[in-house]
């Protein structure tokens, strides 16, 4: 085994990097402090303080890795009432479903095995794993556990540890495979996650996880999906690294289109296991496009400045033309672009969300922006409205046309342009 950094995080500022320790951080890009973009507020809580944290991309001189320099309490960014869902938005419901499927399909997983999600959700993707047979459990920190029990999907409410993983061998066994999608980029105590993780899987198990991709947040200069629950953006080279810390094999990857583009890593329990060609391109792709080094992100910092301003400008121009402009969606991501183009009510006086949606009746962070049931935005059809979901903005636009609606669609990244009725 290598030499083991520590990777279970202090709380605050850091000067390490969160993988190989080194100290050698640079500065990539300065959001400004910005409040935990799933904190939206009550009407009540507008009378009250908001508390802000650094929000800064940094980049590792060693080892490549891209993160955030500021680690924020976990039961602050995962508060019990965390709003996200991931069972309301159909196609992430198929790509999750279909995890399930592949894993199950390429590492011969037999009926009857075990299958968990650490940041289970809804318990939407442990849906395909009982289509396919397996026994599941899930483990989600949030009230969001209670409904995947509603559902059928049997789930601990919790956060998960090397503590909580040995508990869970002894009711219910090893595990054939254990999945962490769109969290394991948020685990400040990933050093107690890795090894809990190690402890359920039997010999020869498979860890799936999938996170942001950095190639893609650099090509499409995705600076919105820096948040503070997103405390590193992967490329290969360090994952390669940290799972070589704790005696794994990342034996394949590949890249998937959910939230913009992500990377889907299997990592097998057990040093030395072979790699598949498709991680062998991958790991080639990232060397030719130098993610791992300065020079992608000198052409990454200028496209989100344009970015920035041209959203800035139309938005301006267009409440001066008496055209404000609403959002459509507010995932996450919704509140760093917000926040860091300074855009307000005056500008984008509410944000629309789907009627299953968690979040209506309450505020965006920061800009404090009410949200607000989409039937508003076909009630009124204003002139021009945002797609702040704009990396599902195809299928979104499609969906809104079928059912009426004739505004033209802003939508801001990669760059800003405008989707006619």
């Known amino acids: 085994m290598t030499a083991l950094p520590t990777h279970d995080l202090p709380l605050g500022h850091l000067e390490r990097c969160q993988i190989c320790g080194s100290g050698a951080l640079r500065p990539i890009l300065d959001l400004g402090h910005q409040p935990p973009c799933d904190s939206l507020l009550t009407r009540a809580q507008l009378d009250a303080p908001e508390t802000v944290y650094p929000l800064r991309l940094v980049q590792c001189g060693a080892c490549g890795l891209a993160q955030i320099d500021h680690v924020v309490r976990p039961d602050i960014l995962f508060h019990p009432d965390y709003p996200y869902r991931s069972g309301i938005t159909p196609s992430l419901v198929r790509y999750l479903q279909g995890t399930a499927s592949v894993i199950v399909d390429t590492f011969g997983c037999p009926r009857g095995a075990l299958a968990i999600d650490i940041g289970s959700n809804d318990g939407t993707l442990l849906k395909g794993f009982l289509a396919k047979g397996l026994r599941v459990l899930g ?16 789930t601990i409410q919790a956060f998960f540890s090397e503590k909580l993983a040995r508990a869970i061998v002894t ?20 050093g107690d996650l890795l090894r809990g993780v190690s402890h359920l899987l039997e010999e020869g198990g498979v860890f799936v996880t999938e996170s942001h991709y950095l190639l893609d947040l650099i090509a499409t200069a995705q600076y919105d999906s820096i948040y ?12 390669l690294r940290l799972f070589g810390y704790y005696d794994f094999s990342i034996v394949d990857a590949e890249r998937i289109p959910n939230y913009g583009g992500s990377i889907r890593v299997y990592a ?23 993610i791992n080094g300065p020079e992608a992100f000198a052409r990454f910092v200028p496209l989100v400045e344009a970015a920035k301003l041209a959203l800035q400008k139309l938005l301006v121009e267009l409440k001066q033309a008496g055209m404000p402009a609403p959002g459509i969606g507010c995932p996450g991501r919704a ?8 855009i307000d009510p005056v500008l984008m006086p509410y944000i629309a969300e789907q009627s299953s949606s968690l979040k209506l009746g309450l505020y965006l962070p920061g800009k ?22 704009w ?23 990669p760059r800003l342009r405008i989707v006619e009725r």
Do not use: W
Request: glycine share 4%; charged share 20%; aromatic share 6%.
């Open 391 to 413: 990396h599902y903005a195809e299928p979104i636009i499609a969906k809104l046309r079928q059912r009426g609606l004739r505004s033209k669609i802003i939508v801001p990244l």
């Open 335 to 342: 509140s760093t672009l917000l926040n860091y183009c300074n």
């Open 139 to 154: 483990v989600e920190a949030t009230n969001i556990a209670a409904l995947a029990r509603a559902e059928g999907v049997e």
């Open 171 to 190: 009711t219910h066994g090893r595990a054939a495979a254990v999945t962490s999608t769109n969290m394991f980029a948020h685990i400040p105590n990933l």
């Open 268 to 290: 097998v329990k057990g040093a030395g296991r072979p790699r598949s060609a498709r991680l062998a391109a991958l790991i080639a792709a990232e060397e030719e496009a130098g």
């Open 368 to 389: 404090h922006i009410p949200v607000v049931d989409e039937k508003r935005l076909f009630e009124e059809q204003p002139e021009y409205a945002v797609m702040l979901s």
């Open 228 to 239: 503070h629950e997103h405390l590193k953006y992967y490329s290969l080279a360090p994952l």
